[in-house]
């Protein structure tokens, strides 16, 4: 109707033409813009796309073959809390082999660089599965590897595995470090067989995963790991093109008092420079400054390389993409059409997966998978309803429990939930109230029940399409 409209012509001519194209066609239906620019032809009209098109202006250079290099691993560090994760990140970042020791003042700007025997390691310094997951959840996924930490004196505890669950869901290896060893409660042993429990089993029995045996405390082990974290890193050929404008992910954002906002950029690849145009999220700008994370001052950063810029219209969000553009035009009408894009989205936020919109959320026909985290109140009920609900698996459906767990709904299982398109099922248990909170929020189905087979039943209903909403 429109585009007749426009043409000055009667819509139902357009609708034959259509009708003569093979496309069964009423005159409210939109049509895309090749099949409009067909039809304005044969009337003599020629049809331009005026919609804004994101890529269009970013204009993402594709990665040349012969440039692509080895890049440094990007390193999360997960595990239980007390573990000693943050111990960890901090003796490790004093092993680098170039600046030693004393290594000038330590900067926390989200992500730091070290260099080792095998080239350089970068790790995210905000340990934990809040940081993995929320990053994951908006579309960043810039881990390569996960190291575990477990503490050889207290072994796998409930983050543990809800760490190896996050680090499954999202396909990222893990390298093992049982800490503490310098305890002397340390069993390592008991360590291994408590992960091979979990299907994360040791190299030296049988499996695929590297574990060191270190001590944060006493610095112990930490080359060993560092090495064998390079090795992980040689095996995955991790490889990105430097030689083209920057892409990456925002890794941490605030506004300082002194400077603005400032944010840390994870370099994905390309090259980024001082003067460069960039859009972060919904934010534009220009590099006025950029420091590495000693704090030094540096003019260009390359792929895997964690760097603070300054010279941003406002405080971007973890996660969000960062792309450095062609020009200031092109950075502030991208950061304008995403801002007002989000406003629209914020407006309308509707339900991710649920229950009763599984199926038709489900992109194809073929391998449907309803992803399920469980949480019981005691173990034994975890496990059979775990197994319970696998068992409905059939030819159509497949279900997947990407986490199972003992206690209350927490946080972190809302964003697992979040990250990976799955819905969260209680038993017995209810979600604590920042968890609560969170999936009300970011709209993830959270249900809990107290019989078993109303579980079933409902799962099974869902699977088949039967399952109607509830107001
Ligand atoms: P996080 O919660 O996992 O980040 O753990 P932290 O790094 O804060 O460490 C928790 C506690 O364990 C602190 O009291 C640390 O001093 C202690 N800790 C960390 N690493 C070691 C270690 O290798 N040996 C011993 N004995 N204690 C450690």
Redesign the pocket.
Same mark, same amino acid.
């Given at each position: 109707n429109d585009l007749a409209h426009k043409m000055s012509i009667k819509s139902g001519q357009v609708v034959t033409k259509l009708m003569g194209m093979g496309m069964m066609v009423t005159v409210n239906q939109p049509i895309d813009p090749e099949t409009a620019a067909i039809v304005a032809s044969e009337f003599e009209y020629e049809i331009k796309n005026v919609a804004f098109e994101e890529i269009d202006i970013l204009k993402e250079e594709k990665d040349v073959t012969e440039n692509l290099k080895l890049r440094a691993p990007i390193v999360t560090v997960m $595990?239980?809390? /007390?573990? $000693? =994760?943050? %111990? *960890?990140l901090d003796a490790l970042r004093k092993t680098d082999v170039v600046k030693g020791e004393a290594g000038g003042i330590t900067q926390h700007i989200g992500a730091y660089s070290v260099n080792t025997n095998h080239g350089k390691v970068t790790f995210l310094d905000t340990?934990g599965h809040e940081a993995f997951t929320s990053m994951r959840a908006r579309g960043a996924e810039v881990t390569d590897i996960v190291v575990l @930490?477990v503490a050889a004196d207290d072994g796998v505890m409930p983050q543990t595995k809800e760490a190896i669950s996050h680090a499954k869901s999202a396909k990222v290896p893990l390298v093992v470090a049982i800490? =503490?060893? /310098?305890?002397a409660n340390a069993k390592a042993e008991r360590v291994m067989q408590q992960l091979s429990e979990h299907d994360v089993v040791a190299e030296e029995w049988g499996g695929d995963v590297q574990m060191f045996k @270190? %001590?944060? *405390? =006493?610095k112990q082990g930490l080359i060993e790991l560092m090495d064998g974290i390079a090795m992980q890193a040689e095996m995955m050929e991790l490889k990105a093109d430097a030689c083209k404008r920057a892409v990456g992910s925002v890794v941490e954002a605030k506004l300082d008092r002194g400077r603005g906002p400032v944010a840390t950029v994870l370099i994905k690849s390309g090259t980024l420079k001082q003067g460069d145009d960039f859009v972060a999220g919904e934010h534009a700008g220009r590099i006025r400054a950029m420091y590495d994370s000693n704090g030094e001052k540096i003019k260009e950063a390359g792929p895997s390389d964690p760097v603070q810029i300054l010279g941003i219209s406002g405080v971007p969000t973890a996660g969000d993409k960062f792309n450095a553009v062609e020009d200031d035009k092109a950075a502030k009408s991208v950061a304008a059409h995403r801002a007002q894009k989000n406003r629209e989205k914020e407006l309308m936020k509707t339900s991710r997966v649920s229950l009763e919109n599984f199926l038709k959320s489900s992109p194809t026909d073929k391998g449907k998978e309803l992803r399920l985290v469980v949480k019981a109140d005691v173990f034994g009920s975890a496990e059979a309803l775990v197994s319970a609900l696998k068992s409905l698996s059939n030819k159509q459906v497949k279900v997947e429990v990407i986490h199972s767990g003992v206690g209350t709904i927490t946080e972190n299982d809302v964003n697992l939930a979040m990250a990976s398109g799955a819905i969260v099922i209680g038993f017995n248990t209810k979600p604590d109230s920042k968890a609560h909170t969170l999936a009300l929020q970011e709209k993830v189905d959270v249900r809990s029940y107290s019989i078993i087979y109303e579980v079933i039943d409902e799962v099974k209903m869902a699977m088949a399409g039967l399952l109607s909403p509830v107001f």
């Open positions: $595990g239980h809390v /007390d573990h $000693g =994760k943050t %111990s *960890l340990p @930490v800490n =503490k060893m /310098d305890s @270190v %001590s944060a *405390l =006493k």
